[in-house]
């Protein structure tokens, strides 16, 4: 083989490897992505829609918005995640915070669910979240999230930690809560990106 044919290997391998970088989330396992927000629109990666909910609208004084941010967790700079600010700083019971749904999508050969997380330091965040998955019956099944930092940090919650779905085949949504017995400060933002299912 001639200097000029190495060469040509050489460089073929080179782009292959620029061209095709290597995906942590793909080198230990699969990887379902539910929502990576790139788009900076609606729906989700599997055609489910997604917003803010409040749980008495007609209260001013409580509340969650929805916004695309363009701080991507995984430093694409032309992608987005998804910024919450929440308002649970209320005289009355208050709880609210982000729904999507997942269109009865089968978890079945995942045991995970991964997303980044981080709060806004500017305006305050919430150390801790309730993260819920609900099946296709819409049966709820919450984990308490602790430990948010001001940096992006993955997420991976086993499937086992949502104790009361027995049947992953059909997923119907996934919400986050606010409330005001563990929201702190009561009134913050947090930003979410990369929402998936994975097997690791």
Do not use: C
């Not at 620029?18 to 539910?34: H, T």
């Not at 409040?54 to 967790?73: I, L, N, R, V, Y």
């Not at 005001?180 to 933002?189: E, F, R, T, V, Y």
């Amino acid at each position: 083989m001639n200097k000029k044919m190495i060469l040509s290997v050489v460089m073929a391998v080179i782009l292959t490897a620029i061209a095709i970088p290597s995906s942590p989330a793909m080198a230990g396992g699969k990887e379902l992505v539910i929502a990576d927000f790139d788009a900076g629109d609606k729906p989700n990666n599997i055609g489910g829609d997604f917003g803010a909910w409040d749980k008495d609208p007609g209260d001013g004084t409580q509340g969650t918005k929805m916004s695309f941010a363009s701080d991507d967790a995984l430093g694409n700079p032309l992608g987005h995640s998804i910024r919450l600010d929440y308002d649970v700083d209320s005289s009355n019971p208050a709880y609210n915070g982000f729904w999507m749904k997942l269109n009865g999508e089968d978890a079945g050969e995942f045991n995970a669910l991964t997303f980044y997380i981080k709060g806004d330091a500017a305006k305050g965040f919430s150390k801790r979240v309730k993260i819920e998955l609900k099946d296709q019956g819409s049966k709820t099944s919450a984990y308490m999230l602790g430990n948010i930092t001001e940096a992006w940090r993955k997420i991976s919650i086993p499937f086992e930690k949502f104790n009361r779905i027995t049947d992953w085949s059909a997923l119907s949504e996934f919400v986050v809560v606010f409330d005001d017995l563990h929201s702190m400060p009561k009134n913050g933002a947090v930003l979410i990106d990369q929402i998936a299912f994975s097997k690791e």
